[in-house]
Nanobody, 119 residues
Framework: QVQFVESGGGLVQPGGSLRLSCAAS??????????VAWYRQAPGKQRELVAR???????NYEDSVRGRFTISRDNAKKTVYLQMNSLKPEDTAVYYC???????????WGQGTQVTVSS
């Protein structure tokens, strides 16, 4: 059973950048076939999909982050990244990564990493 560990969160000013990492515990071959997604959950709000990347590196983004965030993967490092630029206060949330199975289920949630955008 895969486990994901997120890192890279922190406090940043509006307009700043952060890069989040999501490291998997499985071997490279298994990781390479996963679709992996980043979600976020702000206080009092539901968890929402931010971006996802398939095994073929096809990417999808939530409308509010498209053009500002970039999801990528390095299979050799078994890691998915989320580069976040032009951050806004409304991006403040706990960011989680998970695997999306072929059946569309979310599994193997990480513990999350806090991103706070504030001046």
């Amino acid at each position: 059973q895969v486990q994901f560990v997120e890192s890279g969160g922190g406090l940043v000013q509006p307009g700043g950048s952060l890069r989040l990492s999501c490291a998997a515990s499985v071997i490279e071959y298994i990781f390479s076939v996963y679709t992996v997604a980043w979600y976020r959950q702000a206080p009092g709000k539901q968890r929402e999909l931010v971006a996802r990347i398939s095994s073929f590196s096809v990417t999808n983004y939530e409308d509010s982050v498209r053009g500002r965030f970039t999801i990528s993967r390095d299979n050799a490092k078994k890691t998915v990244y989320l580069q976040m630029n032009s951050l806004k206060p409304e991006d403040t949330a706990v960011y989680y990564c998970c695997r999306i199975t072929s059946a569309g289920a979310n599994t193997a949630w990480g513990q999350g990493t806090q991103v706070t955008v504030s001046s």
